[in-house]
């Protein structure tokens, strides 16, 4: 339990928070994985057998913001392509 509070102290670590975060663990409680309107980042253990491990965290940043959609800026009076 212990193992897994701290990887989602680690998810909630990497994932910076602005809005809302979500964060869901896996039924196995092998991965923990937190995602916001920055990305998301999953933290996942792969156990030893002899009480230890290791963690792996995974960051994927969504796109960046576009305020003026995917064509980005078009002055007016421009014509578009």
């Given at each position: 339990m212990?193992?897994?509070n701290a990887m989602a102290l680690?998810?909630?670590?990497?994932?910076?928070?602005q809005a809302q975060t979500i964060v869901k663990i896996s039924p196995d409680r092998s991965a923990v994985t937190a995602t916001n309107d920055k990305g998301t980042a999953t933290?996942?253990?792969?156990?030893?057998?002899q009480g230890?491990?290791?963690i792996t965290t995974r960051y994927q940043p969504k796109p960046?913001?576009?305020p003026m959609g995917g064509a980005g800026y078009q002055p007016m009076g421009a014509k578009s392509r």
């Open positions: 212990k193992m897994l680690l998810a909630m670590l990497c994932v910076p928070a933290s996942t253990i792969v156990r030893d057998g230890g491990g290791t960046s913001y576009q």
